[in-house]
C-alpha cells in the first residue's frame, strides 16, 4: 500500500513510478538509521549516566552511520524489498521498548506497551523480522524491577526466544 501511496507521486509519469517505489525503501532506512541513533543516545545514557551530551551525540552518530554504510544495509536501502521497511519496524520496536524503560508514569508505560505490540503486528505484514526484538522486550521487562541475576537473564530470553517460535510457527504460519 505505500508502494501504491509513493507511485502517486510519478503524479502520471510511468518512467517515474519505479523510482518513487524505490523511494520508499529509501525512507524507510533512512528513518531506521534515524531511529538507530536515538536509540543508541539512550542505550549510552542508561549505560553512563555521567557522560557528557556530546559524547552521547557522538556515540549515536558513530553507530548510526556505521548501520547506514553496512553493506547488507545499503543494498537494501537502494532495492524495493521488503528489508528496509523491515529493518525501520524492528528498530522502531527496540526504541519504543527503551522509551518503554524510560517511562515512569503508568499510562505512558500502557501507551508504550500497546505502541511495541500494534508496531510488532504490523511489521508482520512486511516482514515477521520485527519478532526479533521480542527477547529484548522480555529480558527488559524482567530487570524493570528487579536486580541483575544469571537465571533470570536466562529465563527471559527463553520466554523471548519461545515467543517468537510460537508467533512465527503457530500463529502466522501453522494457523493460515
Known sequence: MLGRLFSLMAVGDSLRVAYWINMVSVTSSAFAVMF??????????????????????????????????????????????TYAMATLFLIVCFWAILKWEKSKSETKGKFWLIFIFYALGLSVGVHPMALLVLPALATIIAFKERKFSWTILVFAIIIGGSGILFLNHVILFGLP
Open 36 to 81: 538507530t541513533f536515538w536509540s543508541i543516545v539512550m542505550l549510552a545514557q542508561k549505560a553512563s549516566p555521567k557522560s557528557t551530551n556530546f559524547s552521547l551525540i557522538i556515540a549515536g552518530f558513530v553507530g548510526a552511520l556505521t548501520i547506514a554504510f553496512a553493506d547488507s544495509f545499503w543494498f537494501s536501502a537502494v532495492e524495493a524489498e
